[in-house]
Every structure is written in C-alpha cells, then in structure tokens.
C-alpha cells in the first residue's frame, strides 16, 4: 500500500500501528470514527495489512449498507477462512448451531438458538488466540447485519483472557450511540480515534498523488472549504474542476457530497446506472447474478472506469458506500422492480422473502404467507433479529380486513422480538395489540407475553389475562402461570383451577402441566407423602411455566425425594441421562442435569466431583444469558461444607443481588449459607441471626418440605451451643413432624442425630450415646456420610466426657477420615481437635500409613533431611507430613512428638 493512501495522517496511522502491535491480555478495540469520506477506511485497510504483516490472524468484514437487514452475512465474512479449521474443535451444540448459521448443515428443523452461535463465535476467537493474536476488522460497522452484531456483541462479553483486537469504522450518523459491539467491550479497553479533516497542505499532497492534478493555493483553500477537509468529497470536487481556473470563478458544483456523487452517477450510461441498481439493492453481486437479470457484466466497465464500483474475485461492490447510497436513493419507484427482480433471482429463502417484502408497498396476503414461513427458517437458523424484521413486514402487508391475521401476525412479531433480546419493542407491539382489538382472547395472549417481559407486574398482567379469555385452555395455562407467580404468596389455588379446566377439557398435555406445577408447589409445602410419578411430571414444569427455561425447584425435588443410597442410583441414572440426551444439542438443558448431579454427588459425599458440576452448570447459564440465584446455590453449599468460605460468600452474595432483582426477596437457602459462614467465621452470634432469618422466611414462604431445610441441624447445634436448650428443642421437634409426615428417611437421620446432641446438652450421657450411636446406623443406611461423620464426632464427644478414652478415639479417628476424605476442611479441624483432647492415645492414632513412617523417624530422633533420604521423598514433602502429624497428635515439638508417639495405649 503506497503511503499516499494515508496523506496527512501521521498521528492516527501511529496510533494504529501503536494498537495493531500490542497484544492485549484480554478484548481491546479501536474504533476510527468520523463521517462518510473522511478516511476512516483507508487507515483501517492500512492497519488490516499491518496486521497480516506481523502475524496476527485476521479475521475481516466490510459490510455494505444493503446488507444490514441480512443474516449473518458479516459473521459469514469474518470467519470465512477458519471455519473449516473450527468447526471441528467446537463442542456439538454449539458445532451443529454455526454450521446451520453459516448454511453448512441443513438443521434438524428446530430452532437454533441464536445464543449457542455467540458462544461458538466466542470460542472459535478463543481458541484462536491460543495460537496468535486476533484482530476482528469491520469496516463500517454501523452496516454490520444485526445477527451478526448481537453474535459478536455476546462473544466479545464472555471473552475475558483472549488475546484478541477488535479494529472498527463507525460513520457518525445522526444517532450518538455507541454500536452494540463497542458496547459489549469494557471501557477500560475501548479506545475512540477521530478521524478529522485534512489540513490544505494534505489535500494539495492528496490530490497531486491520487489525481496528478496540483491547484493554486486559493484554489485549494476553497475545497478545502467546500469540503470541510473531507477528502472523498475533496477529490469529487477536484475532478470537476479545471486547474487553470481563476479564484474567483464560482464553483459549478452541487454544495454537498451526495449531491455532488449523484450528479457523477448520473453521467454514466443507462444500462450501467441499471445494472448498478442492483448491485445497490444486492450490497454485492456475483457477475453471474447480474448476468441472469439479463444484463451482461461489461455493462459495467465505465463505472469500474470511473472508481464507482471495482469487481474483486468476480464480485462486484462500489469503491465507497456512499456511492451505494446515492444510486439507491436515486432509484425512487423503481426500487419496487429492482427488488422484484432480486427476490425472482435469489436461491436464499429468507433474501427472497425479503426482496419480495421490499417490493410491496401496499397489502398483500400471498406474501405476507409467504414472510410467515421464511419467519419460521430464519429462527430455525439462529437469526432472530432478521425473523424479527420479516415478521414486521408481514404485518405491515397484511390487509386490513383481515382482523385475525393482522392480531396473530403482531403478536408473532412481538414474540420473535422477544427472543432477539429487543424487549422494548416486544413490549410496544403487546400494548399495541391491547389497543387494536376488543377479542378477548388476543387481548389475553398480549396480557400473557407482557407478564413474560416484566419484572414486578407479572401476576397484574396474568390475572387481568385470565379475565379478558372465555377459552378455558387459555385460562388453564394462565393459572398455571399464576400458581408459579404467586407460590410465595397464600391465596387462591391456581394449580388447582388449572387441573381442573384441563380434566373438564379433557386434555392430556394440559393435566401434565396442571400436575406438574401442582406437585413441585405441594413438594415444597410438604403436605403429604411425594406422589409416585414425581420425575415424570417435573419434565413438564417448563412449558407449564411458558418455555425451556431452567426450573431447579423441579430438579430440587427429585433430589431431596430420592436422596437416600437406595434411590440415589435412580437419580443419577436420570440427570446422567439428560446430560447425555441434551449436551449434544441443548446446553441449558444439560446444565439443568448437572445441577442436579451435583446435588446428587453432593448428597452421596462425592463433593470435588459435585463441586465439578455446580460449576460447569453455573457456567453455562452464565454464558447463555439465563443467570438466577439458584445456580449459585450448589456452589455456595459445597463450599462452605468444605470451608470455602470466601467461595461461599462470594456466590451467596451475588445470588441474593440476583434474588432481589428478580424476586424482591433473600431465599431461605442463600442467606442459611452466610449463617454457616458466619459460623466457621467465629461469628456465631450472627450465624443464629441469619439461619434463624432463614427459618422465618422458609416458614412464610410455607417450606413444609423438611429436607429444603438441610440448615436446621446447624441451628439446633448453635442454640445448644448457646444453652438455649428449649429453642433447639422447639426447632428439631418441627422439623422432626415435617421428616415424619412425609417419610424423609435422609431427614430423619439427621433428627435422631440431633436428639443425641439435646441428649448430651441436658446431661443424659446414656441416651447421648443410644441416639448418637443409632443415628450413626441410620446415616450409613441412608448412604449419608457427612451426616455419618457428624454423628461419630459428637459420639466421640460423649464418650471422651464419659471417660470411654478408647471408643472416643475410634469414633472420632473414623469421623476424622471421614472429613478429610470428603474435603470437609472445618469439620476435619474440629475432629483433630477432638483428637487432641482425647488422652493416652496409641502412636498411630488418626495418621496415615505415610505419616505413621515418618513420625516413626522423627522419634528416632532423624533430621529432616535424613527421613527424605531414608523414604525418598522431598524436604518440603516430609515438613507438610508433620505438620499434619502434629495437628492430628496436638503436639507442638519434635520432642513431644517422640514421647507422644511411644506412649502406651491406655484403656
């Protein structure tokens, strides 16, 4: 590229040159703006070309104006030369959603959704930084097509470490707002270069290099005015003008840019300014797309002669966009014929429907049907924002008279303007809807989409539907909904009015979703016994509630329900199932099984593996938009059992901004986790303040179901710590009555735990060591290790105070390797403790076999460095074996050490 390309932009070519050569540790952008002509390209091809140049993998797209209403034509250019080295790499849901976004693969028929594209855009950019930089290049990114944009947009929020630069054009229009991909970078890595006018010494340089041509200084000054600097507009005016002419002489030149460009254009033959409609209309079009409108491609060659078009690799676009501009503004009517023609033309469905739309400028039934399917193709392909425009369309072209369709067709666009993320107009187009009709059951099915897009009016919207519809599968749909809205809130049974409209119809969808909604709202009520077919039922909880959206209280129910080791099997079998039958396809979903398998393995005391889930199901939802407090749930438990109070808290806290957003409240459950890390904190005072605010809220809300209450054993122990005997006892006999009625063996064997620590508070030592002893059985039946471990400690306890120094360090030694095989690190630390206090232990007591050799040494009265040398480990290894030894011994010395480990097993 010659440097005349880029005359008097010695700073901004730096500045470029400065971002193209550093390699950022996460998404950093420079955007060039300025108005149309004012250079903005060139320095964007310049540093395209530098980029190349040093290495960096290219990714680029310079989007015309025609094509914005496109789909996925910009991702198409970006990733056209890496996607056959992706496409393989990418996980399937994610592989299958690009390759029918890129028409690679045909698509099943159902909806893509459009989020899984992002993430595969995301993860082709991620993994291509591995390798090299990145530099993602879109030249007049205001052209950029929406689904496009809303895909980059989405990448670019979940990229956080990835070396990858992102170089954009943006015209100033009208509107100051920042593109929606600027917007999806941090401000902190968003530099904005502007692109001004060139000086009078620049344009002379500008001119003599591009044109040949040198004018007088007074002349220069002059386009210089006249263009205000601009030098696309600065070279127009030069090429009209005579270099010999007088500075007085007045311009014979139009006083703005389009003007001036039109009046060009203008000048050209009539089948080439006929042949250029099309390209306008098209953005680009292959020479044989031309050649079948019937015109030959060497119609062009006195616009190629003039730089208004160029044809590259037999494609034909203009030098400029504002060109394109000009020639489609110049159309006027005959924009209807031009886009007739295209749409005759096109192979791509959804670019006929939608030349054909442009074609129409009055109502037309045939092609609004014919819009309708190509609405349909287009989420099927994970384009929503262009379903969105075509579904406007067939509105705007259905007939007036025909009051049905025109009420279908609005709400459609709505809903597909819904799912494109622009609820606004979703919401705009419902309300509209309201005002249009007087049909009572399309006035019902707005009042049903606006509950769907609000926050704090949702049961408002759905009780006013439920009064606008005679239709009694309507209404019990809304009651279904309405159960769901209004659970944390005593009234009306509207699962109740939904199973009975769907018997009386006699629907057998209807009755599983009533059933549905009704047995995970009786679930955590807990008024009776857990109905048999409980699985098959929750799998219709989420079309119950209005789509597939993620419904852990469901996934919640199955868990606790079939917790105890000898249905465990049964609910890991399902969640692995589900995982299996929609990783492949659906990640939501799938992240919806691994949230259960984590309960499931947390349950069963696999907590590394459990933690494994909780994370990888927390992190799907995050990348996919579907964030809700409950995903935070799982993690925050498994941490604070294993003494990640700062994990839990972390998670806890931005669970209950979540809870406040979205349900006006603190769950139970999350602030029951603060309780627990407040007390592993050394904050017990405040523990008994939020587990007893949990009980409240849990009892409010009517959580009857005991084993949503895992916390209740906790806050026994604390009340007991605090001899606040009466409370603890009034607490575990409500929560023993709730494990009674409805069967929760799991829960029950945490009550008998329990009622051996009231047994030990008030000083009956044998009823302690029964209860505690029983409960140890009924833990290891259960499969319950944690529960299991808990007993045995406190069952050491009792026996240490009962002078049982032999038992007491059995049981506690198993309790220890109990804890620290679960990962439990606060529970482990109070087992060695508990160790410490316990006298006359054997040598061994409590070490593994590892450490017992070492110990072994040290009372030998050996180094360090000689035990390394006689059992071939490190240094560092043998130091953190005794820091374990002396943990577990409570020793403080070598010496001690030594006479600890020989002193003799007393009874």
């Not at 015309?64 to 250019?77: K, S």
């Not at 503004?329 to 886009?339: N, P």
């Not at 009704?518 to 799998?539: K, R």
């Not at 005072?685 to 949990?694: E, K, N, P, R, V």
Request: glycine share 8%.
């Amino acid at each position: 590229m010659s440097g005349s390309e880029t005359v008097g932009r010695d700073v901004e070519r730096a500045s470029v040159s400065a971002f193209v050569a550093g390699v950022p540790d996460s998404p950093s952008a420079l955007v060039l703006e300025g108005e149309a002509g004012i250079g903005k390209s060139t320095l964007w091809l310049e540093g395209v070309a530098q980029a190349r140049a040093w290495g960096l993998r290219v990714l680029s797209s310079r989007p015309a104006e025609a094509e914005r209403t496109l789909v996925h034509v910009g991702l198409g250019d970006l990733l056209e030369e890496v996607l056959d080295e992706a496409l393989p790499t990418l996980a399937a849901p994610r592989r299958s959603a690009l390759g029918v976004a890129m028409l690679r693969d045909p698509g099943s028929g159902a909806p893509v959704d459009h989020r899984a594209v992002a993430l595969a855009v995301r993860d082709v950019l991620q993994q291509l930084g591995e390798h090299a930089p990145v530099l993602v290049a879109v030249d007049d990114v205001q052209w950029l097509d929406a689904s496009s944009s809303a895909a980059l947009a989405f990448a670019f929020r979940r990229l956080r470490t990835s070396p990858v630069l992102v170089l954009l054009t943006r015209r100033l229009l009208d509107s100051p707002q920042p593109h929606p991909v600027e917007d999806a970078l941090p401000p902190e890595h968003l530099l904005r270069l502007p692109v001004g006018p060139l000086s009078v010494g620049a344009l002379h340089r500008l001119l003599l290099d591009r044109l040949g041509t040198s004018f007088g200084r007074q002349t220069l000054l002059r386009i210089r005015e006249q263009s205000r600097g601009n030098p696309f507009f600065a070279m127009e005016l030069a090429r009209v003008l005579s270099t010999d002419r007088t500075p007085s002489e007045p311009f014979p030149v139009p006083k703005t840019l389009e003007d001036l460009l039109g009046a060009r254009i203008a000048g050209l033959p009539g089948p080439t300014l006929q042949a250029l409609s099309f390209v306008a209309a098209f953005g680009s079009l292959p020479e044989s797309m031309l050649q079948r409108t019937g015109i030959e491609p060497s119609v062009v060659q006195p616009a190629v002669a003039a730089h208004v078009i160029e044809l590259i690799d037999g494609t034909i676009r203009f030098t400029h966009p504002l060109l394109a501009s000009v020639v489609y503004r110049d159309l006027g009517e005959s924009r209807w014929r031009v886009h007739a023609t295209v749409a005759r033309l096109s192979e791509d469905p959804l670019v006929r429907a939608r030349h054909l739309a442009l074609s129409k400028d009055h109502a037309n039934a045939e092609v609004a049907c014919v819009l309708d399917e190509a609405v349909v193709l287009a989420r099927e392909r994970g384009a929503v924002a262009a379903a969105a425009e075509l579904a406007e369309h067939a509105l705007r072209l259905t007939p007036s008279d025909e009051p049905e369709a025109r009420c279908r067709r609005t709400l459609a666009s709505a809903r597909t303007h819904q799912v494109a993320g622009e609820w606004t107009r979703a919401r705009t187009m419902a309300t509209d809807l309201m005002e249009q009709t007087e049909l009572g059951y399309w006035r019902a099915e707005a009042l049903v989409l606006l509950a769907e897009l609000s926050v704090d009016r949702v049961a408002e919207f759905l009780l006013e539907a439920l009064r606008e519809t005679s239709s009694p599968a309507l209404q019990s749909m809304i009651h279904c909904r309405l159960a769901w809205a209004m659970r944390f809130q005593p009234g009306f049974d509207h699962a109740a009015a939904a199973l009975e409209l769907a018997e009386g119809l006699g629907d057998a969808g209807l009755r599983s979703r009533a059933r549905a909604v009704q047995a995970i709202l009786d679930w955590f009520a807990g008024p009776a016994p857990t109905p048999a077919d409980l699985v098959s039922l929750t799998q219709h909880l989420p079309s119950s509630l209005g789509g597939e959206r993620l419904v852990q209280e469901a996934t919640l129910a199955i868990v606790h329900t079939l917790a105890p080791v000898s249905t465990r099997g049964q609910a890991r079998a399902l969640f692995d199932g589900e995982y299996a039958a929609w990783s492949e396809r659906d990640e939501p979903r799938s992240a919806r099984a691994l949230w259960g398998l984590a309960w499931v393995e947390f349950w069963a005391g696999h907590w590394e593996l459990a933690g494994q889930h909780a994370a990888h199901a927390h992190e799907i939802a995050s990348q996919y938009g579907h964030e809700v407090p409950q995903d935070h749930l799982p993690i925050a438990v498994i941490a604070v059992h294993r003494g990640e109070l700062e994990l839990a808290r972390e998670h806890t806290e931005r669970a209950m901004v979540l809870a406040d957003e979205q349900f006006g409240f603190h769950p139970p459950q999350h602030v029951a986790v603060l309780g627990m890390v407040a007390r592993w904190s050394g904050d017990p005072s405040a523990a008994l303040g939020h587990l007893a605010q949990a009980d409240r809220t849990a009892a409010v809300l009517g959580w009857s179901e005991p084993s949503v209450r895992w916390w209740t054993p906790d806050h026994v122990e604390l009340l007991l710590e605090h001899g606040r005997v009466d409370d603890a006892v009034d607490l575990l006999d409500l929560w023993a009555t709730d494990a009674t009625r409805t069967a929760r063996e799991w829960t029950l064997a945490h009550v008998t735990r329990c009622r051996g620590f009231v047994a030990a508070a008030i000083g009956d030592v044998e009823g302690a060591l029964a209860l505690l002893g029983q409960a140890v059985t009924e833990h290891g039946a259960v499969g319950d290790p944690f529960g299991r471990a808990r007993a045995q400690l406190m069952l050491g306890t009792v026996r240490r105070r009962a002078r049982q120094k032999s038992p007491a360090r059995a049981a506690t030694a198993d309790a220890l390797e109990t804890f620290e095989a679960l990962g439990a690190g606060c529970w482990a630390e109070t087992a060695r403790a508990e160790l410490g206090h316990i006298g006359g232990r054997t040598r061994a007591d409590g070490l593994s076999p590892a450490e017992q050799r070492v110990a072994s040494l040290v009372a030998e009265g050996r180094t360090n460095r000689e035990i390394a040398a006689a059992l071939f480990l490190a240094e560092r290894t043998v130091a953190s074996h005794l820091t374990h030894i002396y943990l577990k011994l409570g020793v403080r010395s070598r010496t001690e050490l030594a006479g600890r480990f020989h002193t003799a097993d007393q009874p």
